[in-house]
């Protein structure tokens, strides 16, 4: 019995794993291992790192760019507001042989158009209320003036135009409405004659020609203000018809631009 139990024991269908089996199994955990490997490599490969790393500066300096090609020194800059600085030093012809042929194409192309005339029915832009604020004297003003004439004649705007009341009867003998700001431009430009630089001069300070200024820019930034949107010409006495019509400004053209 002893010897039979024995032989049950170590014969071939005993519970005991024999080395065989040991090897066997240890080789499929290591072909599975290998297998989940691949896999994880499948879908990282080596070059993935790569990408995660910031490229590569294109010069020395971080944010600078400078080539030297064909002919072209060529050099780029990004400053602190995120603009870009591009500088182009043509050495020989190059830059010109690569513009020229669609400079002159460009060109032909804008000349073969044919362009609408103002006159034309294809051509009937919306009639705008536009007003020109002008502060300065007569050579300030009649530039304007032929400038409201075509927007009023050709375009069929209504201009009215904004100064001081000096160029009351110049303006509307031109067929421009007119809107008082105040102020009298020959006290500007004499003192813009005393005070050429832009520091004023201590006789300036003491006579107290300052004040004067401001209180006289400060009715013109309110007339220009008014003259966006106020009826009638800015005067006292009456206005005419056209004058005393509604004015909303669609469009307001200033010189200075600060006005």
Same mark, same amino acid.
């Given at each position: 019995?002893?010897?039979?139990?024995?032989?049950?024991?170590?014969?071939?269908?005993?519970?005991?794993?024999? #080395?065989?089996?040991? +090897?066997?199994?240890?080789?499929?955990?290591?072909?599975?291992?290998?297998?989940?490997g691949s896999s994880q490599e499948s879908f990282n490969p080596p070059g993935a790192d790569d990408d995660e790393k910031?490229?590569?500066?294109?010069?020395?300096?971080?944010? &600078?760019?400078?080539?030297?090609?064909?002919?072209? &020194?060529?050099?780029?800059?990004?400053?602190? +507001?995120?603009? $870009?600085?591009?500088?182009?030093?043509?050495?020989? #012809?190059?830059?010109?042989? $690569?513009?020229?042929?669609?400079?002159?194409?460009?060109?032909?192309?804008?000349?073969?158009?044919?362009?609408?005339?103002?006159?034309? +029915?294809?051509?009937?832009?919306?009639?705008?209320?536009?007003?020109?604020?002008?502060?300065?004297?007569?050579?300030?003003?009649?530039?304007?003036?032929?400038?409201?004439?075509?927007?009023?004649?050709?375009?069929?705007?209504?201009?009215?135009?904004?100064?001081?009341?000096?160029?009351?009867?110049?303006?509307?003998?031109?067929?421009?409405?007119?809107?008082? $700001?105040?102020?009298?431009?020959?006290?500007?430009?004499?003192?813009?004659?005393?005070?050429?630089?832009?520091?004023?001069?201590?006789?300036?300070?003491?006579?107290?020609?300052?004040?004067? #200024?401001?209180?006289?820019?400060?009715?013109?930034?309110?007339? *220009?203000? #008014?003259? *966006?949107?106020?009826?009638?010409?800015?005067?006292? &006495?009456?206005?005419?018809?056209? &004058?005393?019509?509604?004015?909303?400004?669609? *469009?307001? $053209?200033?010189?200075?631009?600060?006005?």
């Open positions: 019995m002893t010897r039979r139990a024995h032989s049950e024991k170590s014969g071939p269908d005993s519970t005991q794993p024999n #080395r065989h089996d040991y +090897d066997l199994s240890r080789q499929q955990t290591d072909a599975a291992s290998f297998r989940t910031a490229p590569p500066a294109y010069g020395d300096t971080d944010g &600078d760019l400078h080539v030297n090609q064909d002919g072209l &020194d060529t050099s780029a800059r990004v400053t602190d +507001d995120g603009r $870009i600085n591009i500088r182009i030093n043509q050495l020989n #012809r190059r830059l010109s042989q $690569i513009l020229t042929p669609t400079l002159r194409q460009t060109a032909a192309d804008l000349q073969d158009a044919a362009l609408p005339s103002p006159d034309a +029915d294809t051509f009937k832009p919306p009639s705008l209320n536009v007003v020109i604020q002008v502060v300065g004297s007569r050579g300030d003003v009649q530039p304007f003036v032929a400038l409201g004439k075509v927007l009023k004649e050709t375009y069929r705007h209504r201009v009215r135009l904004a100064t001081h009341p000096k160029f009351h009867r110049f303006v509307e003998d031109h067929g421009l409405e007119f809107f008082n $700001i105040g102020g009298d431009p020959a006290k500007l430009m004499a003192y813009m004659v005393k005070n050429p630089a832009l520091m004023p001069g201590i006789r300036t300070l003491v006579s107290g020609d300052i004040g004067e #200024r401001r209180r006289d820019v400060g009715e013109y930034i309110q007339g *220009c203000w #008014r003259s *966006c949107y106020e009826a009638g010409n800015g005067m006292q &006495d009456s206005a005419s018809e056209d &004058d005393s019509r509604p004015f909303v400004a669609d *469009c307001i $053209i200033a010189n200075p631009p600060s006005f």
